[in-house]
């Protein structure tokens, strides 16, 4: 699957056929630490009077080359269709393998960045429990209730939660056999299949 | 048992034939634990065999037994505490068997009626499960990532609610192997 290359897209890239290879690594470099850690624009500005071009150039070239990182580790594209979409810039040679070594480096970290951006549930993060007997309550004296005490904490992007839940010994019995029946599901036939042909 | 002075009060008009005849009181009895036990049971106003009793002490006796009742449960009051207390406010023999056998009777009920009402973090109560196989959202393609969605079902003071939450099959085996943990725990702890 070959990427496409909007005209503005490879304007903006052309600057880099203009600089040394070593200048096209450091933007490489700076882009993929923008992708990691959010952009600085005062960069630009250093990096643009070392080369003696307006800082706008530089911003377009390495925000030029995030955009090319970002959609070429989303879409997962491999390193033939990679070569084939960046031939239309008409780089050199030396430059090509540069760009296609730094997305074979970055993907896997890319994906991983992008993949926060994507909607999801507070997820799972661990369970504590704790035995509980409850033996009085202001409606009723000498009581021997076992109780399990759960704190279920959950992560959501940044955000860390916990919940403190109750429950007894016989529906924490129903909780395991349920949840046993859920994992016990991914290694049927049905999902086996379904996960080995989808790819 | 410490009881009020109206609770007293209320139970010494009970025990009084001129105001309960035999029947009246037997009919009493039984309504009064009755309302605690099926709350809706009959109620004891307007009840057509205790109609002739005037309206007020009759909803007067029924607070103070009923108030009685459920102190005794609480306390968990043997035969010699509730037969002295009604013996105080002046009940005859015979009145205080009936009572005493209603009491018996219906206790084990009304104790778990009292032990469910507790301040308690929510109680879980189910789990519901969904597994999913994520092909591609808006950011990234190429997903081919199962993950499962967990929902667990709890309750507190009678109103349901939900906790929400996805995981990995690494992240729901540990969870489950903790729950593991909790139960041979219990098991454990049962046995010792």
Same mark, same amino acid.
């Given at each position: ?13 052309? /600057? ?17 630490? /923008? ?6 624009? @005062?960069? %630009? ?21 995030? %955009? ?5 580790? @989303? ?6 269709? /990679? ?7 008409? /780089? ?10 730094? %997305? ?19 997820? %799972? ?33 940044? @955000? ?5 839940? *109750? ?5 924490? *019995? ?24 989808? @790819? | ?7 007293? &009060? ?18 009493? +009895?039984?309504?009064?634990? =009755? ?5 809706? !049971?009959?109620?004891?106003? !307007? ?8 309206? +007020? ?14 102190? !005794?449960?609480?306390?968990?009051? =043997? &035969? ?7 013996? =105080? ?17 219906? &206790? ?33 393609? &190429? ?10 079902? +709890? ?21 489950? !192997?903790?729950?593991? =943990? ?11």
């Amino acid at each position: 699957m070959l990427l496409v290359l909007s005209e503005e897209h490879k304007e903006h890239l052309g /600057f880099l056929s203009e600089v040394d290879s070593a200048v096209v690594g450091e933007f490489g470099r700076i882009a993929v630490e /923008f992708l990691k850690k959010g952009s600085n624009p @005062k960069i %630009y500005e250093g990096a643009a009077r070392k080369l003696n071009v307006s800082s706008e150039s530089v911003q377009h070239g390495v925000e030029g080359l995030m %955009y090319l990182l970002t959609e070429s580790s @989303k879409l997962m594209i491999s390193e033939v269709d /990679f070569q084939d979409s960046v031939l239309v810039l008409g /780089f050199s040679e030396e430059l090509n393998a540069l760009l296609l070594q730094l %997305y074979l480096e970055n993907r896997k970290e890319v994906r991983q960045i992008l993949s926060k951006l994507a909607p999801s549930l507070p997820h %799972y993060h661990n369970l504590e429990w704790r035995l509980d007997v409850q033996l009085a309550s202001r409606a009723l004296r000498h009581q021997v209730k076992p109780t399990v005490t759960l704190k279920l904490h959950l992560e959501d992007g940044a @955000k860390r939660s916990a919940r403190v839940l *109750q429950t007894d010994p016989a529906t924490l *019995q129903h909780l395991i056999d349920e949840l046993e029946r859920a994992l016990a599901e991914l290694k049927s036939s049905h999902c086996r299949r379904i996960l080995r042909n989808i @790819k | 048992m410490e009881l009020s002075e109206s609770v007293m &009060k209320g139970l010494q008009t009970l025990a009084d034939p001129t105001v309960f005849d035999q029947k009246s009181f037997t009919i009493f +009895t039984e309504v009064a634990f =009755d309302s605690l036990v099926s709350p809706r !049971g009959e109620s004891v106003l !307007g009840h057509p065999e205790l109609k002739h009793i005037d309206q +007020t002490t009759l909803k007067h006796c029924h607070t103070a037994a009923t108030t009685f009742i459920l102190e !005794g449960v609480k306390q968990n009051a =043997d &035969k010699s505490t509730i037969s002295s207390c009604l013996e =105080d406010a002046k009940f005859l023999n015979e009145r205080v068997d009936t009572f005493y056998n209603s009491f018996q009777k219906n &206790k084990r009920k009304l104790e778990s009626l009292l032990s469910s009402i507790d301040t308690c973090p929510p109680h879980v109560t189910d789990a519901e499960w969904r597994l999913e196989y994520c092909i591609k959202n808006s950011h990234v393609h &190429k997903v081919n990532q199962p993950s499962y969605l967990i929902s667990l079902n +709890t309750e507190r003071a009678g109103a349901s609610s939900e906790i929400n939450f996805s995981c990995t099959m690494e992240q729901l085996q540990d969870l489950v !192997g903790k729950m593991k =943990d909790a139960a041979k725990s219990l098991e454990r702890a049962t046995q010792s």
